[in-house]
């Protein structure tokens, strides 16, 4: 692998959460009986004409912005024609030399602990466009059904510059554009449903040459499916190719039952879709005003809030990443820190990136259902901070808090004894009544075993039934052995 | 009754002296006896028709008419109205039955009370300039049974000269509403590109299609326009402007209005007895206080193949839905999906149709793009700077609607290009959207000369006075054909 270059740019693209079609009243409304939201002129019938939807050019602008890119003061809508029968126009209406959204950038990180980097994407574009219909092909005696619900349904299809260079770059893209998209409340980014649909493609190069020939693998819906259909395809060429293959331009699906591609279509059976501008619209004019009302309208980007975190709280950027992965996960961990003071941002961090992340994640529970919540977390922090409990003794409270076996740490602690032991005193008789009980223990430790010392201290917090304070009972410990 | 202006039938019906049921009827049953040999209805139903005009005698009772409720028009099939049969001309469509309403039938009827006769013949989607493209059959000339209406608004052209409708709507690409208004000795006026809704009208060139009224004189169609019109929130290359009523200048003197005659409308290509009739309007428009001014539209001569690049490509790609998967025809027998499609297609569109699809794809085509399609509407803003620049010296242009007079069924059919060249003098009128009007100024062989006025955008108004003025000097629009009156 290290001789071949992997070279992927992603096409997605996210349903736009407007309340109606981009060219007609209907509802966008997901699951309805087929063709119950098919209008006139989502049918297509003769005579009918499309009027944009303000709210996905309002989605579009908000994007451009997030992304730092340059929102196209005119744009024009064109028709992209073939006949199909999910498509009742038999053209649909896209963007095709001006879009309404033109380059940007996106950084993401990549992989996790020690071997995180940061990875710019660039992006060439998002444009505006209409989803088809969908053909059923089941239920029907042999022939295909129709249903147009989702025909019309507004789609900004985002698309990146041959950038990344590995699947977990891509990936960590994908992730990235998912958790911003529902940020700026764009797109519900509902994969199962096909709101967030990712197609990648992907060529090899040895290092230094120019562009490999390209596959475009379509419509993966899941960030596994992304990654393992990338690397199967990156294996793929790189085994045709050294076996003196040549990759020829392609259309590929991914079965994910097999994890393996199959060629949909070449460059020669392409269409020619004779794009043209679409008479029935108008260009898309956006003024200075608009794109400032909209700018005015953003909430602090992901970006914004990385930076933030990272300066005026002291995290790191991997932890500043991952808790600005999602706005639910942003907002919880805020509203911890807002409870426990930002002098213990870092614990909190850790708090709702590792232990609450892990507790969710084994229930399979989004952030936005946690049962502890932020200000529960917030008051445990703060008694961790103050000695109240130690870390160990939190993790406890932690449990008896999802539980529901108390309002508040404090109550916990209370009805549960849990407070830290901290009157020396208290500890010192805790700590002779261990020593005295075990005479080999010490020997050893004399004996220059220091292992022995970490088993005294055991017993200390086992007697302690884990409430002593652990700083403390090492302190007296040493103190005693070494006296 | 039959010959009466929309005024007049206004007043009759106002007055009581006659009902709309009594109106319509009488209308329903001329098309009744006469559109067999005509052909100029390919759809009417008296009960529709006649539930409408009980309305309208219900709205006129209780005061609550408008300035034309009552009145019986012909709808172009190209008009989807509820409940009708809509065809467009076309096998394709021969059996679909609109579920909505055009912006325009909404408008004429539910709003102004207007009754609906019927829908009238066309050529097959609105593509050809005789009629005779029409899935159902040719329409004859009332002035003449063996010549052409002119097209693609041909039923309604015949439909109004033979007196089976007053008035009646049509639409122009082309040349479809001035030139068999010429062929046929009435008035048509397209309006600018964005006054009527193209809402609910089969779209054959969107960027050119404009629907307008046509009927015995520039009065009615005014009265007609104003029925007509309005921002509609559907088409979205409507205008939102001010509501005029185009009445309001019918009147207006002449006296030092400039009129410019197009030195390449007066060259070579036109027929003697045509231009002899244009010239007398002319002598007519001098005699009425309007001085000539001769103007150059130096790209003129451009606009026939830069039409016929820009509305094959847009009618390509507007006729994809006609693919016999939700409505319309659908082959009886195919094998697989692409055969549906095919079969269906081939056999549901007659053959001026296919060979514009076929130009309009292949003009679109990767490759050929930058040279047709780009190449055709760098001219077409040329053509539309021509106007403009033309405009600074007159307040309308001049000039003849067609370059000659009906002829004969079938005698241009076998020659797509001689047949394209009928409409030499109204294309560049759509290709820079501008108003343009067609109204009566003599006869040349016994057959009807229609001259063309053209006007700068939103100078309907204007138009209608120019052309009113002088039916008010002149009795050409007031001629009905033999057998007729």
Redo the contacts between chains.
């Keep these: 692998m290290n001789q071949w270059e992997v070279v992927i740019g992603i096409e997605t693209h996210a349903q736009l959460s407007t309340v109606s079609k981009i060219f007609s009243g209907a509802s966008t409304a997901f699951g309805a009986a087929p063709n119950t939201q098919a209008c ?1 002129v989502d ?10 939807n303000k709210k996905a050019v309002e989605c579009a602008i908000r994007f451009g912005l997030a992304i730092g890119a340059q929102v196209a003061p005119k744009s024009i809508f064109a ?1 992209k ?1 073939y ?1 199909y ?1 999910d498509l ?4 649909q209406i896209s963007q095709f030399e001006l879009p309404v959204v033109v380059g940007g950038a996106i950084t993401v990180q990549v992989g996790a602990g020690d071997k995180a980097y940061e990875k710019t994407v660039n992006l060439t574009r998002a444009h505006l466009e209409e989803d088809a219909g969908k053909s059923l092909h089941e239920d029907f005696q042999g022939k295909s059904g ?1 249903d147009l619900n989702r025909a019309g349904t507004p789609l900004l299809e985002i698309v990146t510059e041959p950038d990344m260079r590995s699947s977990d770059e891509a990936v960590a893209y994908a992730k990235s554009l998912h958790a911003l998209v529902r940020w700026i409340g764009i797109c519900d980014g509902n994969m199962q449903e096909g709101s967030f649909r990712c197609d990648a493609n992907v060529s090899v190069r040895r290092p230094g040459q120019p562009l490999g020939t390209r596959r475009e693998i379509k419509n993966l819906n899941s960030f596994r499916f992304l990654k393992e259909a990338i690397d199967y395809e990156v294996r793929w060429q790189i085994e045709t190719l050294e076996d003196g293959g040549r990759i020829q331009q392609a259309t590929v699906l991914f079965d994910p039952a097999s994890g393996e591609t199959r060629t949909m279509r070449t460059k020669e059976d392409a269409h ?1 879709y ?3 501008p679409d ?4 260009p898309l004019v956006i003024g200075d005003d608009w794109v400032a009302r909209v700018r005015g309208e953003l909430p602090e980007l992901p970006g914004q809030m990385r930076e933030r975190f990272t300066g005026e709280l002291g995290l790191s950027p991997y932890d500043a990443g991952t808790l600005t992965a999602s706005q639910e996960m942003a907002d919880f961990f805020e509203s911890t820190v807002k409870v426990a003071g930002m002098a213990n941002a870092k614990p909190c961090a850790n708090w709702v990136t590792v232990d609450l992340a892990a507790r969710l994640n084994k229930e399979g529970k989004d952030i936005a259902d946690s049962p502890v919540s932020a200000a529960q977390l917030g008051g445990l922090i703060l008694r961790i901070a103050d000695n109240t409990i130690s870390n160990n003794i939190a993790k406890k409270v932690f449990e008896a808090l999802w539980h529901g076996e108390g309002a508040t740490a404090d109550e916990v602690i209370e009805k549960q004894g849990l407070k830290q032991i901290t009157d020396s005193g208290a500890i010192e008789k805790l700590v002779d009544e261990v020593l005295a009980a075990n005479p080999g223990n010490v020997a050893e430790f004399k004996a220059g075993k220091e292992k022995a010392f970490n088993a005294l201290v055991g017993q200390v917090m086992k007697a302690a039934k884990g409430k002593a304070n652990p700083q403390q009972v090492n302190e007296l410990l040493k103190a005693k052995l070494t006296a | 009754m039959i010959n009466k202006s929309l005024k007049e039938l206004a007043q009759a019906l106002g007055t009581k002296q006659i009902s709309s049921v009594e109106l319509s009827t009488l209308f329903l049953d001329r098309i009744e006896r006469l559109n067999p040999e005509i052909n100029a209805f390919v759809t009417v139903d008296r009960e529709k028709s006649l539930k409408m005009a009980a309305d309208a005698d219900a709205r006129i009772a209780a005061g609550t008419a408008g300035a034309l409720t009552g009145i019986p028009i012909a709808q172009k099939d190209i008009f989807c109205a509820e409940g009708w049969r809509t065809t467009c001309g076309s096998k394709m469509l021969a059996n679909f039955i609109a579920p909505y309403d055009a912006t325009v039938i909404r408008k004429m009827h539910h709003e102004a009370g207007l009754v609906s006769l019927g829908k009238t013949n066309m050529d097959e989607f609105a593509m050809g300039s005789s009629n005779e493209t029409s899935y159902f059959g040719a329409v004859k000339n009332p002035w003449d049974r063996e010549r052409v209406p002119g097209g693609s608004s041909g039923g309604s052209a015949a439909a109004i000269a033979a007196r089976l409708a007053p008035a009646a709507t049509g639409t122009d690409t082309g040349g479809s509403i001035r030139q068999p208004a010429g062929l046929c000795n009435l008035t048509g006026l397209k309006p600018t590109y964005g006054v009527v809704s193209r809402y609910g009208m089969i779209a054959y060139a969107s960027s050119l299609d404009q629907g307008g009224p046509m009927g015995a004189s520039a009065e009615d169609c005014a009265l007609l326009l104003n029925t007509m019109v309005g921002f509609d929130e559907r088409d979205s290359t409507s205008l939102d402007r001010p509501v005029e009523d185009y009445t309001r200048g019918l009147e207006q003197p002449l006296a030092g209005l400039r009129i410019g005659l197009p030195k390449e409308f007066f060259g070579e290509g036109c027929d003697a007895g045509v231009m002899a009739a244009v010239q007398g309007a002319i002598k007519e428009y001098e005699k009425l206080g309007a001085t000539m001014v001769e103007i150059s539209l130096p790209n003129s001569h451009l606009s026939v193949p830069a039409y016929y690049v820009i509305a094959p490509a847009e009618a390509s790609s507007n006729l994809s839905r006609f693919d016999g998967v939700r409505y319309g025809y659908r082959a009886p027998e195919y094998g697989n999906l692409d055969d549906m499609y095919m079969k269906s297609r081939a056999q549901g569109f007659g053959g001026e149709v296919k060979r514009r699809i076929l130009i309009g794809a292949y003009v679109l085509s990767h490759g050929y793009y930058d040279a047709y399609y780009l190449q055709a509407q760098r001219i077409r803003r040329l053509i539309a700077n021509d106007f403009v620049a033309a405009f600074q010296s007159c307040d309308v242009i001049l000039g003849p609607t067609s370059p000659t007079t009906a002829f004969k069924i079938g005698e241009k059919s076998a020659d797509p290009v001689q047949m394209y060249l009928s409409d030499i003098y109204t294309i560049a009128v759509n290709l820079a959207g501008l108003p343009g009007m067609s109204l009566p100024c003599g006869f040349a062989g016994g057959l009807p000369v229609g001259m063309q006025l053209i006007g700068n955008y939103f100078d309907e108004t204007r138009l209608l006075n120019v052309a009113h003025r002088y039916q008010q000097a002149t009795d050409w629009h007031q001629r009905r054909p033999d057998g007729i009156a």
């Design positions: 006139a049918l297509a019938l003769p005579g009918v004409l499309p009027v944009l028709r024609n006949f029968p009742p126009k038999g053209y129709i020619d004779r794009y043209f008479p029935d619209l108008l």
